[in-house]
């Protein structure tokens, strides 16, 4: 894993948890963040890292 | 034995001429010789660390602009302190954290109050409505008269640097 691919992704993991606090967030969102979250162990580890266990930001 | 020694570093000089001086000002303001020393002694780590050092013609105003800084930071972390020992009173007795764990926390409260400090005034209110009022970007949009879209900047800007603080302290750890 490049430091580019993990700065992007840390970027891609942001925009989702931006996503994700709207409080407008729509079925088909979600759906498409529990894909992006699972096609790859690494987002995972991006969105764990930008979201954390902090419950206040989840 | 060299001919010209070496002038001591400039901080040793600072510290020889000044450190007494500036212990007796923090005296002053916090009324209080232990702590002075503790802050005196901050503020002079705080000059090893930066590149800059005092002009020579007047390193007092200087060291006091420092010391000011030191001092700001310290009652901050003393009202945080405070105001987390007043919310833990009115908590159930079967609750209360240890000693340790008092002192994990109110480090964590300090670092989330460096990030929420470091954030443009705007960028925090938005982080701080969405994050403690859950409230929706359209409502924060509404409330602070600006576009949904600018809110959602704010919010990505927020979480980079709570994410950033959260590499930091992983990283300590």
């Avoid at chain 1, 691919?5 to 529990?34: F, K, N, Y």
């Avoid at chain 2, 002009?55 to 105003?61: E, I, K, Y």
């Avoid at chain 2, 480090?107 to 470091?118: E, I, K, T």
Wanted: with cysteine; hydrophobic share 45%; charged share 20%.
């Amino acid at each position: 894993m490049s430091a580019t691919s993990t700065a992007a992704l840390r970027q891609q993991a942001i925009a989702w948890l931006v996503e994700w606090r709207s409080g407008a967030m729509t079925d088909r969102q979600r759906q498409a963040l529990a894909r992006w979250r699972q096609a790859d162990p690494a987002h995972e580890a991006a969105w764990a890292q930008v979201s954390g266990d902090r419950k206040s930001v989840v | 034995m060299p001919a010209h020694p070496l002038p001591p570093p400039p901080v040793a000089v600072l510290y020889a001429d000044h450190h007494g001086w500036l212990q007796g000002w923090l005296r002053r303001k916090l009324g209080d010789t232990a702590q002075a020393q503790d802050l005196a002694h901050d503020t002079f780590v705080q000059l090893l660390t930066t590149r800059h050092l005092p002009p020579l013609d007047n390193p007092r105003a200087y060291l006091t602009t420092m010391a000011k800084r030191t001092l700001f930071s310290f009652w901050r972390r003393r009202d945080l302190e405070q105001a987390y020992l007043e919310a833990l009173a009115v908590q159930p007795a079967v609750h209360l954290p240890s000693e340790e764990e008092r002192y994990a926390i109110v480090q964590a409260l300090q670092a989330v109050d460096r990030v929420l400090q470091s954030l443009p005034p705007t960028t925090r209110r938005v982080l701080l409505l969405n994050q403690l009022h859950d409230m929706p970007y359209r409502e924060i949009a509404l409330r602070l008269g600006i576009a949904e879209i600018t809110v959602r900047r704010h919010m990505a800007r927020a979480i980079d640097a709570c994410c950033a603080l959260d590499c930091a302290t992983a990283l300590s750890q």
